[in-house]
């Protein structure tokens, strides 16, 4: 068994089997104390390896996560100390693995119910090895100011209530880990605080004893006077007694063993921990409590006068001038976890993304306010659910229907148009139907069906500024623009496109106002008299007609019609149907099962 401290204001553990919350409270521990670095040099988590992103402060850091007991040891040479939160069943082997590593000289085991027999062996081993074992069934320890095992000591609230963020000068240890942390407390009021705390566990046989711990204590300059607190059940507490009548230890000890009151049940009883449990006279508390006040302890009538003793101690250190009770500090604020501080209404925190169409957060998604069950109990459409989710409002039904009608008119325009062309080429190249339809959406442009919104735009404007005509072609031909929404490679005036036609006559049949759309008509009967291929094309009439159905329904502001075109929202029209037919042409290619495609070049005759 070592012969004095066990831990330092630099010692790093390896922390067995990744539990988030002792680490981070071990990591918040560290920051509490000012330390430099994080207690925590690294993770052993059998399968696994990477990094674990954890909290020093208000810093995010990265620890890293080690497969194997001796990978982490070889990884961090300096930690010393190894934290074993492994089972009950794997408890044992973990530790010894890691008692046989060089690096290591202490290990606390955390779990309950490890076997004895394989407890007496890690006994073994550490002695002749002279390392130090704490537990098993341990919260672990403490050294104020310094460094913490897990759990010890609590919540971070309870750890300043207790006074740990700064070295005191009793040295305590319990076998009990819940009482230790009353016991903090309690040292804490009466006295200028714990040095160190140490829960040798509840088991049978502990790796370290009372004794061991009160003897390191008695060689640490800084602790001035001992608080032990035991139990009923072994024989413990008489090894301290001996070491008491040898004058070994030479410093004040106040000493209670707890469970006195099992003289009052007529039959045995187990009070808890495996070790609790009385096998005759000599193990009961009385006779604990009585043997070492005998040897020199200072020992109370009860638990309840025990603080008043522990008082009554370092009052008269103090008063004799062995020791000067420290001074106080402020420890630095702990960052709080964002969720922790937003449920206490402490912090309001910026979110990352604003979503405004559609809201997962009830008991059912919901499109613009509107409840999914709600949608379909109307018996709502695509086009319903497009006004929702793209301008956030219930259209009326004409309005709604004409964006299906949209929809349908411009699904598809065969395979020989680029995107359906590029969609063919990459499905008998074999790759997947995401892949497919991109490769066709990409080709989607002013040129080649995304002219719906340059429509709407240029025809808009003309119309608000009220030119003619002729002076709105003509000033787009002397820009060296041509119209969009005008011209076709295979519909000619005499042969107009049936798309438009339905287009127009669903408008003037339905439509509050056909303004826009009229003036293209009008834009279409010169640009025709200049060349018979001009005509108004789908692109157009779309383009034209959504103006009216912006300005003609009254749901819209000005502003909110000019953004609406601005953005983009016309094409999506186009992009939404024509991803039907591209993905439709995905499906024909694969079920047709062609071979891949030939390039053009492969058909090109070569002269000399």
């Known amino acids: 068994m070592a012969t004095g401290q066990l831990f330092s204001k630099t010692t790093q553990a390896l922390f067995y089997n990744y539990k988030q919350l002792p680490i981070q409270r071990m990591l918040d521990f560290d920051f509490l104390c000012g330390r430099e670095t994080p207690s925590v040099a690294g993770i052993i988590n059998p399968g696994s390896e990477g990094f674990q992103k954890l909290f020093f402060g208000q810093e995010e850091i990265a620890i890293p996560v080690h497969s194997t007991v001796e990978a982490a040891c070889a990884a961090h040479p300096t930690a010393d100390v190894f934290i074993n939160f492994a089972s009950f069943r794997s408890a044992a082997a973990s530790s010894m693995s890691a008692l046989k590593q060089p690096t290591i000289r202490v290990v606390a085991i955390i779990a309950e119910g490890v076997p004895e027999s394989d407890t007496k062996q890690l006994i073994g081993f550490a002695k002749a090895n002279n390392k130090v074992v704490i537990g098993p069934a341990t919260v672990g320890g403490i050294q104020a100011g310094a460094f913490k095992i897990g759990d010890t000591a609590g919540t971070i609230d309870n750890i300043i209530q ?149 008082k009554e101690a370092f009052e008269k250190l103090v008063s004799e001038g062995k020791t000067t009770p420290v001074k106080e500090i402020t420890p630095p604020q702990i960052p709080e976890d964002l969720n922790t ?45 497009i006004s929702l989710l793209w301008f956030k409002r219930s259209l ?31 499905a008998r190249a074999g790759k997947d139907l995401v892949s497919c339809l991109v490769s066709g959406l990409l080709t989607i442009g002013p040129r080649f069906g995304g002219a719906v919104d340059d429509a709407a735009r240029y025809f808009k404007d003309a119309y608000d500024r009220g030119l003619t005509p002729y002076e709105f072609v003509e000033s787009m031909k002397k820009k060296g623009i041509r119209v969009p929404g005008i011209g076709h490679r295979i519909k000619r005036g005499d042969n107009r496109d049936k798309r438009v036609e339905l287009l127009q006559l669903y408008a003037r049949e339905n439509f509050p106002s056909v303004k826009y759309m009229e003036y293209a008509v009008q834009v279409e009967t010169y640009t025709l008299s200049k060349a018979n291929n001009l005509v108004l094309n789908v692109d157009g009439a779309i383009g034209s007609l959504f103006l009216d159905l912006l300005a003609g329904s009254g749901m819209f502001t000005k502003p909110e019609i000019d953004e609406i075109v601005d953005i983009g929202y016309l094409n999506g029209l186009f992009v939404l149907a024509r991803s039907i037919g591209l993905i439709g042409h995905t499906f024909d290619q694969k079920r047709l099962k062609q071979p891949l495609y030939r390039h053009p070049w492969e058909d090109v005759l070569y002269t000399k």
């Not at 309840?304 to 003793?309: I, R």
């Not at 957060?361 to 709502?380: D, H």
């Open 162 to 310: 207790c006074k740990l963020y700064r070295p005191g000068s009793v040295g305590f240890v319990s076998k009990s880990g819940g009482m230790s942390n009353e016991l903090y407390n309690t040292i804490a009021r009466v006295t200028d605080g714990v040095y160190e705390g140490i829960a040798i566990g509840g088991d049978v046989f502990p790796g370290s004893t009372l004794s061991d711990h009160v003897l390191r204590f008695n060689n640490i300059p800084q602790v001035k006077m001992i608080v032990v607190l035991g139990e009923l059940g072994g024989r413990d507490e008489y090894s301290l007694v001996e070491a008491l009548k040898q004058g070994k230890i030479n410093k004040p000890v106040v000493a209670w063993v707890s469970g006195t009151c099992a003289t009052l049940f007529k039959s045995e009883v187990q009070f808890g921990h495996a070790g609790a449990k009385s096998g005759g006279e000599m193990e009961s508390a009385q006779a604990k409590n009585q043997a070492l006040s005998d040897a020199g302890a200072t020992v109370p009538t009860s638990y309840e006068a025990f603080e008043g003793a522990i």
């Open 341 to 385: 501080a937003i449920k206490s209404g402490k912090v309001r925190a910026p979110t990352h993304i604003i979503s405004t169409i559609s809201d997962d957060r009830g008991e059912e998604p919901c499109y613009a306010g509107v409840p999914m069950s709600s949608i379909v109990e109307q018996g709502l459409g695509v086009g319903d659910v």
């Open 396 to 426: 009326p039904r004409y309005c709604t229907r004409f964006i299906e009608i949209c929809t349908l008119l411009c699904a598809d325009h065969g395979p020989c148009v680029s995107g359906a062309h590029n969609t063919i080429v990459t």
